[in-house]
């Protein structure tokens, strides 16, 4: 499982005890992306779309393309632009305007979105990306337990895994869990080194979080219906 640590994290020179690291930076606060280019050992880019949802705002795609341009290649990758609580329909419509190679990119399935659709997606994409949503909003709740089960229950008989390679959002809590979750991010440390009465070392940090591993194989397991349960 590769660890993604989110950005912006300052100082510079807290991040810079990060080097050689895996990191994620966002096209919302992008103000580290060319030092973790420079010194992590690969970086996800990730499009913003939920910093701009959560505050209400728009992207322009074109841009973020153009920015990536320079940046995707090698072990550095990025997230395809999706539409927050969107309908199947228009997350095809942006997946289908990725104008990179499929190596180079990954596309959202959305939990509360119907698990034909994670199947299209793991049928033509190398990589994907689970994004928590709707009843699944909560990583790791009870509901979002059993979602995540049905997904890779279905992505296992399709024979998917242990194949594809799939990325968690804002997942990295889920790291030592029993999903095979090929890498996952978090902002945690960036968020929380400084916290007042309880100052951490962000090396240690990490050094603590890239211990924890995903299983590569998948168990199937029985799904526990419950009232009003997603599509």
Same mark, same amino acid.
């Given at each position: 499982?590769?660890?993604?640590?989110?950005?912006?994290?300052?100082?510079?020179?807290?991040?810079?005890?990060?080097?050689?690291?895996?990191?994620?930076?966002?096209?919302?606060?992008?103000?580290?992306?060319?030092?973790?280019?420079?010194?992590?050992?690969?970086?996800?880019?990730?499009?913003?779309?939920?910093?701009?949802?959560?505050?209400?705002?728009?992207?322009?795609?074109?841009?973020?393309?153009?920015?990536?341009?320079?940046?995707?290649?090698?072990?550095?990758?990025?997230?395809?632009?999706?539409?927050?609580?969107?309908?199947?329909?228009?997350?095809?419509?942006?997946?289908?305007?990725?104008?990179?190679?499929?190596?180079?990119?990954?596309?959202?399935?959305?939990?509360?979105?119907?698990?034909?659709?994670?199947?299209?997606l793991a049928d033509g994409?190398?990589?994907?990306?689970?994004?928590?949503?709707? %009843?699944?909003?909560?990583?790791?709740s009870e509901a979002w337990?059993?979602?995540?089960?049905?997904?890779?229950?279905? %992505?296992?008989?399709?024979?998917?895994?242990?194949?594809?390679?799939?990325?968690?959002?804002?997942?990295?809590?889920?790291?030592?869990?029993?999903?095979?979750?090929?890498?996952?991010?978090?902002?945690?440390?960036?968020?929380?080194?400084?916290?007042?009465?309880?100052?951490?070392?962000?090396?240690?940090?990490?050094?603590?979080?890239?211990?924890?591993?995903?299983?590569?194989?998948?168990?199937?397991?029985?799904?526990?219906?419950?009232?009003?349960?997603?599509?």
């Amino acid at each position: 499982m590769i660890h993604y640590h989110g950005t912006p994290l300052t100082p510079r020179s807290e991040l810079a005890k990060l080097a050689g690291r895996h990191f994620c930076v966002s096209f919302a606060a992008a103000q580290d992306a060319d030092w973790c280019l420079a010194h992590g050992q690969s970086v996800m880019w990730d499009s913003g779309a939920f910093s701009a949802f959560t505050r209400g705002h728009s992207v322009e795609w074109d841009s973020y393309y153009r920015w990536l341009e320079p940046r995707i290649g090698g072990e550095n990758w990025a997230v395809i632009p999706d539409v927050i609580d969107g309908t199947v329909e228009a997350q095809r419509e942006l997946v289908q305007q990725w104008p990179y190679p499929q190596v180079a990119g990954a596309p959202v399935w959305h939990m509360a979105l119907p698990v034909d659709y994670l199947l299209e997606l793991a049928d033509g994409w190398p990589r994907i990306c689970f994004g928590s949503s709707g %009843l699944y909003w909560q990583v790791g709740s009870e509901a979002w337990r059993r979602r995540a089960d049905e997904a890779f229950n279905a %992505l296992a008989r399709g024979g998917h895994i242990p194949w594809l390679k799939v990325h968690m959002l804002r997942g990295l809590r889920l790291a030592g869990e029993r999903w095979p979750f090929a890498s996952a991010d978090s902002a945690n440390v960036a968020r929380n080194f400084k916290n007042i009465g309880a100052e951490a070392c962000p090396e240690r940090m990490v050094r603590r979080i890239d211990a924890e591993q995903c299983p590569i194989a998948w168990t199937e397991r029985t799904i526990r219906r419950e009232p009003f349960h997603g599509p």
